[in-house]
């Protein structure tokens, strides 16, 4: 089994990369799906949420209320370690589930947003960056997800810098120009991850 953790900046394209890898045959675990399933209606993890920030965080159907615990926590930092020290655990624990019941000669990709941010490189085998321009993932912030400049340009600049992340890439896609050529970058890559570990 090979792992391999996936990240790259908002805008840059890291959904487009996982699902061509997906269509190779990667086994993927997708970080941002999990810390939803492990907050879901009926879950340990939504009541220790709710123990710990209250009801209020809660829908009227009882469901986690995103926009209002996130209110919360992009406020005031601690309350964002308190969230993430809860959550985090779980979606390592899934990650490990799902990661064990891959076959034994699986390439395993971890779509993680948020890889370089939590420092996470060393949990992997390789490590690669979906890369483009601040040029080009702004655009496509702007055009493909009709964010404001000024609401795309804080959520760029929250994350992880460029460098911070070309720094710990094994493999970088650059993904600046068409689908086509990511396509043929993923197509060269393939059979590197496909290679016995």
């Known amino acids: ?8 900046g908002i805008g840059a ?14 086994v993927i675990v997708d970080a941002d ?5 492990v907050v879901a209606p009926g879950t340990p993890g939504l009541a220790a949420v709710v123990a710990e920030f209250g009801p209020e965080v809660l829908t009227a159907e009882g469901a986690l209320d995103r926009a209002r615990l996130g209110g919360v926590v992009f ?20 990650s490990a589930e799902l990661q064990a019941a891959a076959a034994p000669d699986a390439v395993v990709v971890h779509d ?22 601040a040029e080009t993932r702004l655009d496509r912030l702007l055009r493909r997800r009709g964010m404001t400049e000024a609401d795309a340009r804080a ?19 650059d993904n600046d120009g068409s689908p086509a050529d990511l396509e043929r970058q993923v197509d060269e890559l393939w059979p590197r991850l496909a290679r016995p570990a």
């Open 13 to 26: 394209g890291k959904s487009e990369a996982v699902r061509l890898l997906a269509a190779r045959g990667a």
């Open 75 to 94: 406020a005031d930092p601690s309350r964002l370690r308190a969230l993430n020290a809860i959550v985090h655990p779980l979606v390592a624990a899934r």
């Open 1 to 8: 089994m090979r792992t391999v953790g996936l990240t790259g």
């Open 112 to 133: 993680v947003p948020l890889l370089a941010e939590n420092r996470l490189q060393d949990r992997y085998d390789l490590v690669i960056v979906v890369d483009a321009s």
């Open 33 to 37: 799906l999990i810390a939803r399933e």
């Open 155 to 173: 959520r760029m600049a929250a994350q992880a810098s460029r460098e911070e992340r070309l720094a710990i890439a094994d493999f970088v896609l």
